[in-house]
């Protein structure tokens, strides 16, 4: 591939950071969470609430790390602060910037472990994709996270801290007393990246609790969307207890083929799904429920799968992401050809539905849809590797 610019790449090589001696990191706890662990931490309940909110604006809204800059607590609050907690996110060993302004984040998190989160600029948004379990538990064939085995899940604060640390790196947070900047470099969160966010249901949504909260990082629920493969059982309880926008990886129209892309359809298949669906919109107030639909050369991109497509979506109020296969080292299949691509695209798009073709992003950094996988997993690192340069 001929790129346009070239990439760059920056190595941090400063020692990986560890919570001091049992301190509690607040970073991911929800409001109810923090509060509880303040008056744990000795601050009277007369003044928990004011506290409370004081902190959480110092953390969430000003991304403040430090409790000696939190100037509008007493010194004697914010030594008691110092004394209990601290303000600590994951580890950005790599970032990697791509020709077309995608970066990718290499993150590791306690253990060790290694994720990824990617940072897509575009001309009206900037949209950060990230990681809920390192690996996958789902093995979907044309994924290459899925080629990766779970390792473990993420813990709220980790989740939480993969939007804070893009904060970081594109200098968004605020400046106190500094005229508020309406452009949000960060304006859309996707949790799209590494893992089934639904297999990690609670630390998800305590996560979103704390993105969507208005006095700290206040993104929209509206400006959040959840993809997930299928896991029925809990996509009526996404709605109603995170209630952000809903993306399915669809990817095939019979049973049949998605069996063998999406494995967790032998579990709930497509009938089990769309009827679990076809409430979502209701129960969670959002205007429509996106299915992203990966195109596989001669796999899943005929014209009869297209009009399956629409028939079998007929009443949920939708959209439909057509992503060109993104692909990778040893994958099993091609992307289909982009006339083919625009046919089907056509005919969706004359059922009434939209039908964006998905511009590829990234890709000369391995970030785009459906190849992320950790480099640790990628150099087959051992897990006494990995704790080993994790000092544990």
Same mark, same amino acid.
């Given at each position: 591939? &001929?790129?346009?610019?070239?990439?760059?790449?920056?190595?941090? &090589?400063?020692?990986? #950071?560890?919570?001091?001696?049992?301190?509690?990191?607040?970073?991911?706890?929800?409001?109810?969470?923090?509060?509880?662990?303040?008056?744990?931490?000795?601050?009277?309940?007369?003044?928990? #609430?004011?506290?409370?909110?004081?902190?959480?604006?110092?953390?969430?809204?000003?991304?403040?790390?430090?409790?000696?800059?939190?100037?509008?607590?007493?010194?004697?609050?914010?030594?008691?602060?110092?004394?209990?907690?601290?303000?600590?996110?994951?580890?950005?060993?790599?970032?990697?910037?791509?020709?077309?302004?995608?970066?990718?984040?290499?993150?590791?998190?306690?253990?060790?472990?290694?994720?990824?989160?990617?940072?897509?600029?575009?001309?009206?948004?900037?949209?950060?994709?990230?990681?809920?379990?390192?690996?996958? &538990?789902?093995?979907?064939?044309?994924?290459?996270?899925?080629?990766?085995?779970?390792?473990?899940?993420?813990?709220?604060?980790?989740?939480?801290?993969?939007?804070?640390?893009?904060?970081?790196?594109?200098?968004?947070?605020?400046?106190?007393?500094?005229?508020?900047?309406?452009?949000?470099?960060?304006?859309?969160?996707?949790?799209?990246?590494?893992?089934?966010?639904?297999?990690?249901?609670?630390?998800?949504?305590?996560?979103?609790?704390?993105?969507?909260?208005?006095?700290?990082?206040?993104?929209?629920?509206?400006?959040?969307?959840?993809?997930?493969?299928?896991?029925?059982?809990?996509? %009526?309880?996404?709605?109603?207890?995170?209630?952000?926008?809903?993306?399915?990886?669809?990817?095939? &129209?019979?049973?049949?083929?998605?069996?063998?892309?999406?494995?967790?359809? #032998?579990?709930?298949?497509?009938?089990?799904?769309?009827?679990?669906?076809?409430?979502?919109?209701?129960?969670?107030?959002?205007?429509?429920?996106?299915?992203?639909?990966?195109?596989?050369?001669?796999?899943?991109?005929?014209?009869?799968?297209?009009?399956?497509?629409?028939?079998?979506?007929?009443?949920?109020?939708?959209?439909?992401?057509?992503?060109?296969?993104?692909?990778?080292?040893?994958?099993?299949?091609?992307?289909?050809?982009?006339?083919?691509?625009?046919?089907?695209?056509?005919?969706?798009? #004359?059922?009434?539905?939209?039908?964006?073709?998905?511009?590829?992003?990234?890709?000369?950094?391995?970030?785009?849809?459906?190849?992320?996988?950790?480099?640790?997993?990628? %150099?087959?690192?051992?897990?006494?590797?990995? %704790?080993?340069?994790?000092?544990?």
């Amino acid at each position: 591939m &001929t790129l346009s610019a070239p990439i760059t790449q920056d190595v941090l &090589t400063l020692p990986r #950071k560890l919570p001091e001696g049992g301190k509690t990191n607040l970073v991911g706890l929800t409001r109810d969470q923090l509060r509880a662990a303040l008056i744990a931490a000795g601050t009277p309940e007369k003044q928990v #609430k004011m506290r409370l909110g004081q902190v959480w604006q110092w953390v969430y809204h000003f991304g403040i790390r430090e409790f000696a800059q939190m100037t509008n607590l007493s010194k004697d609050y914010r030594a008691l602060l110092a004394e209990n907690f601290v303000i600590e996110l994951p580890e950005v060993v790599t970032r990697q910037i791509s020709a077309d302004g995608t970066r990718k984040y290499l993150v590791r998190i306690a253990g060790g472990h290694e994720v990824e989160t990617v940072y897509i600029p575009e001309e009206t948004r900037g949209t950060l994709c990230i990681s809920s379990q390192v690996g996958c &538990t789902l093995t979907c064939s044309f994924c290459h996270t899925g080629t990766q085995k779970l390792v473990r899940n993420l813990t709220a604060g980790e989740i939480v801290g993969q939007v804070m640390l893009a904060r970081d790196d594109l200098g968004e947070w605020p400046v106190a007393g500094a005229p508020k900047e309406e452009t949000r470099m960060v304006s859309n969160v996707v949790l799209m990246g590494m893992g089934e966010p639904l297999y990690n249901f609670e630390n998800v949504r305590d996560a979103m609790q704390v993105v969507m909260d208005g006095e700290g990082i206040s993104l929209s629920r509206r400006r959040i969307t959840l993809s997930t493969s299928g896991i029925v059982p809990e996509i %009526a309880r996404a709605a109603e207890e995170i209630g952000c926008l809903l993306a399915v990886s669809f990817h095939a &129209t019979t049973d049949a083929v998605r069996d063998t892309l999406v494995p967790v359809n #032998k579990k709930w298949n497509i009938k089990t799904l769309l009827d679990t669906l076809r409430d979502y919109p209701r129960l969670s107030n959002s205007e429509r429920i996106t299915f992203e639909y990966v195109m596989l050369k001669d796999v899943n991109d005929s014209d009869a799968d297209a009009r399956r497509l629409v028939k079998l979506i007929a009443g949920i109020p939708a959209k439909i992401n057509l992503i060109p296969f993104n692909e990778w080292p040893g994958a099993p299949y091609q992307r289909s050809d982009w006339e083919r691509i625009e046919a089907f695209a056509d005919i969706v798009y #004359k059922a009434g539905y939209a039908s964006p073709i998905r511009t590829p992003r990234g890709e000369d950094i391995m970030a785009a849809c459906g190849q992320l996988k950790s480099a640790t997993e990628r %150099a087959r690192k051992s897990s006494k590797e990995i %704790a080993a340069e994790a000092g544990l």
